[in-house]
């Protein structure tokens, strides 16, 4: 059980948010013009790193927001916390 | 005539500790972003959107606890839903500056006070009251026994708990059986 | 019979007798006492039987790391708990205790055996033995094997105990009450952090506390009176929480730790002050000191595992602190100056004592005092063999070569009933890995030590390695000092006189004249593995730590391989010829020492065991007879039996009433967002398959909504309630997942959309009324509206009031029949239900649950997501291909549709079945399958809703079936354990095909 800075409610007991997988992959504006392979690369390519990863998370039982998490997925230590839209300053 | 009903939850006392229902209330849910949105709010409630995180605001009739950064509940006593509910989602929803929702039925209102309040919120809640405790107008939304609770520190050792109606009776009895053992 | 109880100490109050049961016979000990003092001051040393050759056993040691003396506790009785660890019991009047694993008892185990076949079980005998003939395994090795191992006895009566848990958050947690954490948490109260100091024992002070030698000093005082004062000092301060009979059981990343507090284990049934016998605390602490301290290790050489060898500090405390003597005739073997201190107290007593060191000779303060004693020490020497069947009765000695790798000269044979065993000591470094923390090797003492690298966490004391008083002192408090950033503390000029240990010799396993293979020289006492298991599997060619611990088992009973896993590597790093510190060891994992269920779950039992969802109507489903589903965390009314009715005659009642007349379904558990802002529409045109742009206000529309790999996610009907507001619901396990993927596309896919979603799943009360007769009824409810079905027609809603509370009406049809739907404020919800029923009466108005429901529309062919569909189903698989737009240019999901995967034509598509025979029910989840004879047997699909439908007389089922549509009018087959059902594939829609009844 990890602690998470929520950029909106600050530090949080991890039972509060929600995981929501690899971030960055943004959906495609236009996806009707991807070949099934360029859109299978988006649908199913993840990278599910061991080390320092980009993840998603939803803060579910608080304030319902999204953001991003840089989290080493060996330790649970997260490196930064930022908003949607933003990019991060990792320590 | 329609009876009003709301879940079983019976005023008890414990050492230190007094849990009661706290209704009727109005609650409103209320979203929006610009300035035209809080000048609005601003002129039907007479109140200032707190913009501080995990803080409320409050005068004579309303309280409003914020939620996240475009969303907060205003709620009081009282039964004249329409009034008020009315005149913010005329010229609120209606004009496209936000959203106004009623939820008065969605949440129920719980009274918790005395000394150990902040000991049986700690007994199945993962928040660090530590802080929270020390100063009043403080909200936290956060979970009770695995249940979504918005709290609100209105005076000192004294609690507003809000739970979703459904989950009421469930948590209230599980809050009793706490107490038992504080 | 002699008694051991040779003196009075401050932790035993010999005025207060207690009488307990131990297999039975009654025996007296004192307040203060553990199970193991009692026993052992009544000379009771054989406790149980070892796991695999149930050997005789002893008690080994004083604390968690025991292996041996593990007991029944209270057995037959609703408060039974097995494995039970002896020497952490605290004695109260009543207990009852039993020996576990061996039978008729014992004094006489028919499993002994075991112990002179043993050359036959060696490591992996089970794996290799009992693998064939297969059929074997199940009927008659299993039962056997079973019979025969196991430790204590499951409790079979519900728990009568209360359990808790609480939370909390400090600035500074402090793990383990010796000395070092007595220095760590008075540093840090005193700092002003909120401090908590956790022990599992029920006295602070460690082993330090019984310290009563002229060679310890602090500050010119005997290091336990010193310590005393100290605890009476901490015990005053504010800022500090001090638990005690609290141990430790993880510790999770960002010092998040639980811990168990036993609240009453310590006290009879008449006297428990406290109503919950466990509380697990869940801490959150900023920093954490750890300072658990180290256990000793025992010594390896033959038969080192009878009763009455026992660890040398637990004989010192034994003496010291219980003031109990192990045996009359004592030798301490020893490769440490540490166990002198237990020669001397045993000498002050009056004891015989001799002392066996496997050094060669060594010139410590200590030692030189007890040889100015004139105590015998065997220089150079090893035990090579020990007697006595249940209690040890002598030893053999003999010289070490100048390598330590042989034994020379003459056997000695001496009487022998106690000898106190010390191999030096392994700091507990279980915390600091738990946490993620990794190992440093120390060669000199072959210890491995926490290496600290980040400022969440420290070590202090012999868990980090400082064996010797006054390092313990001095680097606590410089360890402290600098995690608090302190400038200056209390104990900067504490003064220390201690004895220093100079020289060290460590042999893993001691040598013999008898070949390894005759000699039991045991590892892991509870799993009985010995030298020679390890060094089989060294033999076969296991190398890793982790697969040599697996096979031979050894570390892996209760006690976690405390006193085991180091000799075990030490042996493995002998014979393999690596260093151990290049070895690494095994992983630590949580709980440190076993925890109870009940302190697991806490509370959450009984009507607490999940959350429970009630809608504002539940209390007259209860007065009424529901029996009630569980979906999701709700409580839904499943079905409403009348008299003596079943289940099954309940359904076909309700289902049949809702057709004929009128039929009321408490609907408010559907999920309900609210959609407001001016992209409201764009929006559901993103999100569902069809087209929402021109829906009018006032109108519903069903809506499908897929994972953006085409898959049915969710469903339901939304409302247009004005120009920028619509009124969602979903299904209703899907409600929370719904809102929250709908946000996540909102607030990260789509920002730009003006669009806010609130939750009102709660706001409402659904009142469901259906059949031929519902719009009378509706018509007697509201006799304002126009119920003229030109005017209100299907697929729409009106608001009106009743008795001047706002409702809104929709005409929406989950059944197929007519169908109303009342939202209203939930807290008027039972009162209008109430009403509805009132104005249904003269319809035979029939309540109906969960499970008519599912009947009724499964007549109709309606799906429902999550029972039909399973995440791999498309709309097309669905056959519901109309409700995909093929204008909008987008929408989630809709490039999937056409996916090489997606447009294959034998994917599983939903169809319905017929049973040959009408009044054969299949079970749903049973295959279909077109050829039975043919081997291996080609699965085609599934069942997925099956229903007896008393409206049409006939068994109804949908299912999937691989290329399905192609099917209809196909004949299939269901095999079940007994027979095998013919079916027919037919059409998914059974009933009504022509909308008749929407609007009759």
Redesign the interface.
Known sequence: ???INCPYCGER?QSEF?A?GEAHI???K???E?S?DE??EF?FMRKNIKGVQFE?W?H?HGC???FNVVRDTT???IHAVYK??EKPSID | ????????IDKKTFNDLELSLAE?KIKI?I?GKNKDFFTKVGKITSIILPTEANTSSSNEKFNALWLSP?EWIIYFDGKDTNKVINNLFNEI??L?F??????????VCINIKGRKTFDLL?????????SFKKSKNNVAQTVL???DVIIHHKEVDDVNLFV????A???W??IN??A??L | MPNYRVKKTDYVDQTNRISFKFDGKTYFGFKGDTLASALLSNGIHLVGRSFKYHRPRGIMTCGSEEPNAICQINPGTDLTEPNVRATEIELYEGLEASSQNCWPNVNFDIGGINNFISPFIPAGFYYKTFMWPKSFWKNIYEPLIRKSAGLGKSPTLPDPD?Y??????CDILVIGGGISGIIAAKIAAKSGS?TILIDDKNTLGGSTIFQNNENFKINDEISKDWLFKEIEELKKLKNLTIKTRTSVAAY???N?LLAKENLTDHLSKNNKTS??RQRLW?I?SNKVIIASGAIERPLVFNNNDRPGIILASSVNKYLNFYGVICGENNFVFTNNDSAYETALSLFEKGIQIKIIDIRKKTNSKIVKRVEKLGIDIYWNSTVTNTFGYRKLNSIEIMNLSEDGSNVIGKKIKAKCDCLAVSGGWTPMVHMHTQS?GKLNFRESDQVFLPKELDSEHISVGSCNGDFELDDIIKNTNEKVKSLLNLKETEFEKTYVSCTKELDKRNIWLLPNKITLGKTKSFIDFQNDSTAKDIKLALREGFRSIEHVKRYTTTGMATDQGKLSNMHALGIISETAGVKMGTLGTTTFRPPFTPLTFGAIVG??VG??FD??????IH?WHIKNNAKFENVGQ?KRPWYYPKENENMHQAVQRESKAARDSAGILDAS?LGKI?I???DASEFLNRVYTNAWSKLAIGKCRYGLMLN??GMVYDDGVTTRL?D??FLMTTTTGGA?NVL?KL??YL???W?EL?V?L???????STVSICGPNSKKILIKLFPSVNFNDDDFTHMSFKNST??N?NCRIMRISFTGELSYEIN?????????WE?CIEAGKDFNITPYGTETMHLLRAEKGFIIVGQDTDGTMTPIDLQMDWIVSKKK??FIG???LY??DTIREDRKQLVGLLTEDPKEILEEGAQIVSNISKKPVEMLGHVTSSYFSPNLNKSIALAVVRNGKKMKGQKLLVPMENKNINVIVSDSIFLDKENKRLNA
Do not use: C
């Open positions: 059980m990890f602690i007991d929600t929501g943004e959906r495609p236009q996806p009707t991807l099934d859109w299978a649908l998603r939803n579910a319902r927001k999204w330790n649970d230590k949607m839209g | 005539m329609l009876n009003i009903n709301f879940p079983k009727e849910n979203r475009d929803s209606k496209n936000g959203a106004i929702t009623d939820i008065s039925d969605h949440w700690s007994s199945s809640s993962p928040f660090n009251f530590n026994n695995h249940t979703r109606r459904s989950f009776e469930d948590l009895l599980w059986d706490s038992r053992f | 209360l808790d848990h609480k939370h909390i958050h909120n999770h990343s960002y998040y109503n919950i869940k959150r993620g509370r959450n009507q607490f959350i429970t969802r009630r809608t504002s209390e709700w558990t609210d407001q802002g001016s953006e790999d004005g920028n507001h929370a929250s946000e996540d607030q990260t896919e920002p003006d806010f609130t939750s009102v799943t709660d706001q409402y009743i008795n509370i209203i404020e939930a807290k008027y919800g039972k009162s209008l009403k240019y987008d809709k490039r999937s996916r090489s």
